[in-house]
């Protein structure tokens, strides 16, 4: 099985430029999660979406945007990157809500902005 | 608002020592809890989680997970360190009712284990 899948693994870009990070799972889960990891600030939630169709922000939305193409497919946006934006950013996902399912997670995407 | 504070960014033990992680969580009702585990280069893995069904928890490789309400505490313990558990561990924390799709994690505890 192969989970949670996210592309690119590794990106670098220059401050301004705009670009889209992939993310798929093969579960049939319906929620799914963008999260960033920064050192001694562990992870902190981008955007979910509890169901498709429905995305919500999390602690830390500016800058991003989301669209749930599908039950499959949950995309991260950055329009105008900044290099505070410079992370390991993690997708996961889960049945349905957190009560009785652990996240699932992606091997992440890191994104350097210089 | 539901939050965690684990105590220590770093800890280091010796093999065969007691591995002790601290957890400490904020809710004002009953929380769900849970400890992950991050190996380098990779995503976070459940170790174990707390649903309110027994309060000593066991999870995976050996560790097992006390929920304390008078303490406020969910602390990771496993007797016997091996070489295999360096690893960041972090405690999260979600509360328990209705629909719940967020979780709040703690900023993570390196752990380092001496041969």
């Known amino acids: 099985n192969a989970g949670v899948t996210q592309t690119p693994k590794f990106q670098v870009l220059k401050t301004g430029q705009s670009m889209t990070l992939q993310c798929a799972q093969d579960?049939?889960?319906?929620?799914m999660y963008w999260y960033r990891q920064d050192p001694g600030m562990g992870l902190r939630l981008i955007y979910y979406s509890a169901s498709e169709g429905t995305t919500d922000k999390g602690e830390v939305p500016n800058g991003y945007n989301v669209s749930r193409l599908n039950k499959r497919e949950f995309s991260l946006r950055l329009e105008s990157a900044a290099p505070s934006q410079t992370s390991v950013y993690f997708c996961?996902?889960?049945?349905?809500?957190?009560?009785?399912?652990?996240?699932?997670f992606g091997n992440g995407t890191r994104l350097t902005v210089t | 608002a539901q939050s965690v504070t684990q105590l220590g960014s770093h800890v280091s033990v010796s093999e065969g020592a007691l591995v002790l992680l601290r957890c400490n969580y904020s809710?004002?009702?009953?929380?769900?809890l849970f400890w992950y585990v991050q190996y380098p280069n990779q995503g976070l893995q459940l170790l174990l989680k707390?649903?309110?069904?027994?309060?000593l928890v066991k999870g995976i490789n050996g560790f097992e997970a006390e929920f304390k309400k008078s303490e406020t505490s969910f602390h990771l313990t496993k007797p016997s360190a091996h070489m295999s558990d360096a690893a960041e561990y972090f405690c999260?924390?979600?509360?328990?009712?209705?629909?719940?799709?967020?979780?709040?994690f703690g900023k993570g505890t390196l752990l380092t284990v001496n041969p």
């Open positions: 996961a996902s889960t049945p349905q809500g957190l009560e009785d399912s652990p996240l699932h």
């Open positions: 809710s004002s009702v009953p929380p769900y």
């Open positions: 579960m049939n889960h319906n929620s």
């Open positions: 707390y649903t309110s069904a027994a309060t």
């Open positions: 999260a924390v979600s509360v328990s009712g209705g629909s719940n799709y967020k979780l709040t």
